[in-house]
């Protein structure tokens, strides 16, 4: 049931008769981040107090940030703070209450950070 594949852009979970398995969510609520290369674009407005857990899916390879208002995302060599997902990769992260907004930032070509709350 483990078995990573690739599958249309995006890695996919499939169990063990090769089908793909839904991904099981307690909200349904999803924000989108058009992320470009020339500039780091934040969430407009921050998550929830009520959030704990996000999970991140980008479309293509960027760097992703969490924090206050002001927060951006580069290259983590120069600031030392921002994460990186490949295209197609996903991250589990927990909020804490200080961290409500999410930036991004693409590496070559525009792309869309997924951030769906979990919990």
């Given at each position: 049931?483990?078995?990573?594949?690739?599958?249309?852009?995006?890695?996919?979970?499939?169990?063990?008769?090769?089908?793909?398995?839904?991904?099981?969510?307690?909200?349904?609520?999803?924000?989108?981040?058009?992320?470009?290369?020339?500039?780091?674009?934040?969430?407009?407005?921050?998550?929830?107090?009520?959030?704990?857990?996000?999970?991140?899916?980008?479309?293509?390879?960027?760097?992703?940030?969490?924090?206050?208002?002001?927060?951006?995302?580069?290259?983590?060599?120069?600031?030392?703070?921002?994460?990186?997902?490949?295209?197609?990769?996903?991250?589990?992260?927990?909020?804490?209450p200080q961290e409500?907004?999410?930036?991004?930032?693409?590496?070559?070509?525009?792309?869309?950070?997924?951030?769906?709350?979990?919990?």
């Amino acid at each position: 049931m483990s078995v990573i594949a690739k599958g249309q852009g995006s890695l996919l979970v499939r169990g063990q008769d090769g089908e793909t398995l839904p991904l099981m969510f307690r909200r349904t609520e999803t924000h989108v981040i058009e992320a470009g290369p020339d500039a780091s674009t934040r969430l407009a407005n921050a998550l929830g107090s009520d959030v704990g857990v996000i999970t991140l899916v980008a479309t293509g390879a960027l760097f992703f940030n969490q924090g206050g208002a002001t927060v951006e995302a580069g290259d983590p060599l120069d600031d030392g703070e921002s994460g990186y997902l490949g295209a197609g990769g996903s991250i589990d992260l927990p909020l804490r209450p200080q961290e409500r907004y999410l930036a991004a930032r693409a590496i070559e070509a525009d792309c869309r950070l997924y951030v769906m709350v979990r919990g």
